[in-house]
C-alpha cells in the first residue's frame, strides 16, 4: 500500500467545495476562475497529495453592467438594498457586514474584508456591486449547508475534528499540524476546547482553500511539493493572511 493510500481513501459523499471568484497573478490583477486550473477540474477526480478530486462550483458572473444575475432570490435583493441606503448600488464592507450579520450571524470585519477581497469588484476594490454581492452569497450558502453537515453534534459550533472531517469531506486533506497551527489563532487563552463559529468557520475554509488552489498551480504533478521563489510566495501567502486585520 502507497503512502498516499494509507491517507487518502475515496469518499463516497464529497459536497463540492464553494467556489472562489478570482485567482490573482503576482501584479495582483484578477482574473476569473470558474473552474480548478490546469486539470483539477470535476472532469479529473485524480487521487493526488490533496485528497479526493472535487468540482470547481457554480460557474461564473459576468461583470460591467448593475444588476443582479438572473433568477437572483428576491431575499438576496432585498439584503442589499436594504444596506445600500445611499442608492448608489454598490456597498462598503461595513454595509457588507451588516447585510451578512443580518442573513447569518454576526461576521467579524476581518472576515468581511477577506469576503471583499475575493469576489472584489474589478472596477472598484473597495466596494461590491449586486452581481459580487449575489456570487458572494451564494459561496456563504454553500459554506453554510457544509458547516451544519459537520457539526455533528449540533453545538451550533465546529471543533478540531469536525473542521478535518469538513474539510477532507470537501477534497481538501489539511495536514494536522496545519489545521492545528490555524485553528490555534482562534484560542481564547480560557483552556476550553476550541470551536469555530459559521464566521470563523468561512474564514478558515476560503483561507485553506484559496491558498491549496494557489499551490495547486505550481504542483504540476499533484506530488504535494512545489518551488516558489520570494517574490511568489509573499505575494501569493500575504493577501490571504495579512490585509484582513
Not at 461590491?128 to 450558502?141: D, H
Request: charged share 20%; net charge negative.
Amino acid at each position: 500500500m502507497s503512502f498516499f493510500s494509507k491517507i487518502f481513501h475515496p469518499s463516497s459523499y464529497a459536497p463540492s467545495a464553494p467556489s472562489l471568484p478570482y485567482s490573482y497573478d503576482q501584479q495582483g490583477q484578477t482574473y476569473s476562475t470558474t473552474s480548478y486550473p490546469g486539470n483539477y477540474s470535476h472532469q479529473q477526480q485524480q487521487q493526488s497529495y490533496y485528497g479526493q478530486g472535487t468540482s470547481g462550483g457554480g460557474g461564473g458572473y459576468s461583470y460591467g453592467h448593475s444588476g443582479f444575475p438572473p433568477g437572483t432570490s428576491p431575499d438576496v435583493i432585498r439584503s442589499f438594498e436594504m444596506v445600500d441606503r445611499d442608492r448608489s448600488g454598490f456597498i462598503d464592507e461595513n454595509e457588507l457586514q451588516q447585510a451578512l450579520s443580518s442573513g447569518y450571524q454576526r461576521f467579524h470585519i476581518k472576515t468581511v474584508r477577506l469576503l471583499m477581497f475575493l469576489f472584489k469588484n474589478p472596477h472598484d476594490s473597495r466596494r461590491l456591486g449586486p452581481k459580487e454581492f449575489a456570487a458572494l452569497w451564494s459561496c456563504l450558502g454553500q459554506w453554510r449547508g457544509i458547516y451544519e453537515r459537520y457539526d455533528r453534534d449540533r453545538s451550533g459550533k465546529i471543533d478540531l475534528l469536525e473542521m478535518r472531517d469538513a474539510l477532507y469531506g470537501i477534497g481538501l486533506a489539511t495536514p494536522s499540524s496545519v489545521l492545528q497551527v490555524l485553528i490555534s489563532k482562534y484560542d481564547d487563552g480560557s483552556g476550553r476546547k476550541i470551536e469555530l463559529n459559521f464566521d470563523s468557520f468561512v474564514e478558515c475554509g476560503v483561507i485553506l482553500k484559496g491558498l491549496t488552489e494557489k499551490f495547486k498551480e505550481k504542483d504540476k504533478g499533484y506530488t504535494g511539493t512545489a518551488s516558489f521563489d520570494y517574490d511568489e510566495f509573499m505575494s501569493m501567502v500575504i493577501p490571504f493572511l495579512v490585509s484582513y486585520d
